[in-house]
Antibody, heavy 120, light 111 residues
Framework: QVQLQESGPGLVKPSQTLSLTCTVS??????????WSWIRQPAGKGLEWIGR???????SYNRSLKSRVTMSVDTSKNQFSLKLSSVTAADTAVYYC????????????WGQGTMVTVSS | QSVLTQPPSVSGAPGQRVTISCTGS?????????VHWYQQLPGTAPKLLIY???NRPSGVPDRFSGSKSGTSASLAITGLQAEDEADYYC???????????FGGGTKLTVL
């Protein structure tokens, strides 16, 4: 079955760029009409959708983060990535990647999450 | 402040029935967009529990059910069990924000 795994630095300095990668295993990232999303959760708080990407490279971002977010996909590696620029302590959170069935639909498979701390 | 409003906590004794509400507005639930529910056990990633308002993915017990009416939705859990103790989140799409939105989450305590 399809599994997702996040990877990337656990510590990022303020004002720098957070970079994470999600590797899809057990199936092709290009198969089916799926989108691929990033979602984050600050400690003790709720979930926030960051944005999504399709294998064509088409993206949609949360308006509150749009100016700082870039997503990309590498179908040859079965991976998609997140870059969040100019980070502050408020960006400290667990970051999840998830398979996204579509704009109005659910996130049906989630990665285990990776903790990213923004601190000098 | 979440776009979708959930009670911070609910509780119930084993075997009982509990419901968790999710209140939205005319730009999300009230506009007809589907509501989805996720269960997050302590220290783990969220798991899809209900999709499309009232559909259960394979493997989710039929003790869990969802409903939607007007600008609100509800998750019902019957025959409460200790392993149901978790955080529950509702999620939908908001047309004014052009994006996905979540509720603030509800912590379920099994007494």
């Amino acid at each position: 079955q399809v599994q997702l795994q996040e990877s990337g630095p656990g510590l990022v300095k303020p004002s720098q760029t957070l970079s994470l990668t999600c590797t899809v295993s057990g199936g092709s990232i290009s198969s089916g009409s799926y989108y691929w999303s990033w979602i984050r959760q600050p400690a003790g708080k709720g979930l926030e959708w960051i944005g999504r990407i399709y294998t064509s490279g088409s993206t949609s971002y949360n308006r509150s983060l749009k100016s700082r977010v870039t997503m990309s996909v590498d179908t040859s590696k079965n991976q998609f990535s997140l870059k969040l620029s100019s980070v502050t302590a408020a960006d400290t959170a667990v970051y999840y990647c998830a398979r996204d069935r579509g704009s109005y639909l659910a996130f049906d498979i989630w990665g285990q999450g990776t903790m990213v701390t923004v601190s000098s | 402040q979440s776009v979708l409003t959930q009670p911070p906590s609910v509780s119930g004794a084993p075997g009982q029935r509990v419901t968790i509400s999710c209140t939205g507005s005319s730009s999300n639930i009230g506009a007809g967009y589907d509501v989805h529910w996720y269960q997050q056990l302590p220290g783990t990633a969220p798991k899809l529990l209900i999709y499309g308002n009232n559909n259960r993915p394979s493997g989710v017990p039929d003790r869990f059910s969802g409903s939607k009416s007007g600008t609100s939705a509800s998750l019902a859990i019957t025959g409460l069990q200790a392993e149901d103790e978790a955080d529950y989140y509702c999620q939908s799409y908001d047309s004014s924000l052009s994006g996905r939105v979540f509720g603030g989450g509800t912590k379920l305590t099994v007494l």
